[in-house]
Antibody, heavy 113, light 107 residues
Framework: EVQLVESGGGLVQPGGSLRLSCAVSGFNVNSNYMSWVRQAPGKGLEWVSI???????HYADSVKGRFTISRDSSKNTLYFQMNSLRTEDTAVYYC???????WGQGTLVTVSS | DIQMTQSPSSLSASVGDRVTITCRAS??????LAWYQQKPGKVPKLLIY???TLQSGVPSRFSGSGSGTNFTLTISSLQPEDVATYYCQKYNSAPWTFGQGTKVEIK
């Protein structure tokens, strides 16, 4: 059974940092793409980042240069390092393989002073 | 970057009605288009991939069509449990942009 379990969300001040983790079970985190999707309160889904099996990464313009996606195959875990956080980054963050219908439960990141 | 535009942004229809949601890409994306359903407080659920392939377990009243730049999600007979927000997403190449969503309600 495939499971994606996020952790690491919380309250952080503007300009601060957080690292999200997504523990994967049921498949190898290196075997296919993995992505992060976020949803601000009351808003739609926003694609944020992807890492392909090749290691190629891509980011939405809204987070480019501030956020970094990575993975650790020994821990079968996906990561999302978020630096220079802004109030507009407040959202539920999902790790996902959406086209395979694999989603985590989401972790809430709140950026506020 | 390719933009994805959904219409309408919301709709209200009666149980049993045929409902159509459209998604337009600003450039061609072949058939690399998925549709998702999200109910309030829930994780999104994949309905359709490669524009017209029904995900396993999804009721047959849902269907998708289109290729290139114009795509459609159709609910052939709207049911109360279909109340949700629906999103399209392109995945031919990054960024894998979502449409802005269509909120479906029962009249």
């Amino acid at each position: 059974e495939v499971q994606l379990v996020e952790s690491g969300g919380g309250l952080v001040q503007p300009g601060g940092s957080l690292r999200l983790s997504c523990a994967v079970s049921g498949f190898n985190v290196n075997s296919n793409y993995m992505s992060w999707v976020r949803q601000a309160p009351g808003k739609g889904l926003e694609w944020v980042s992807i890492i392909y099996s090749s290691g190629y990464t891509h980011y939405a313009d809204s987070v480019k240069g501030r956020f970094t996606i990575s993975r650790d195959s020994s821990k079968n875990t996906l990561y999302f390092q978020m630096n220079s956080l802004r109030t507009e980054d407040t959202a539920v963050y999902y790790c996902a393989q959406p086209t395979f219908d694999y989603w985590g439960q989401g972790t809430l990141v709140t950026v506020s002073s | 970057d390719i933009q994805m535009t959904q219409s309408p942004s919301s709709l209200s229809a009666s149980v049993g009605d045929r409902v159509t949601i459209t998604c337009r890409a600003s450039q061609g994306i072949a058939n690399y288009l998925a549709w998702y359903q999200q109910k309030p407080g829930k994780v999104p659920k994949l309905l359709i991939y490669t524009a017209s392939t029904l995900q396993s377990g999804v009721p047959s009243r849902f269907s998708g069509s289109g290729s290139g730049t114009n795509f459609t999600l159709t609910i052939s007979s709207l049911q109360p449990e279909d109340v949700a927000t629906y999103y399209c997403q392109k995945y031919n190449s990054a960024p894998w942009t979502f449409g802005q969503g269509t909120k479906v309600e029962i009249k």
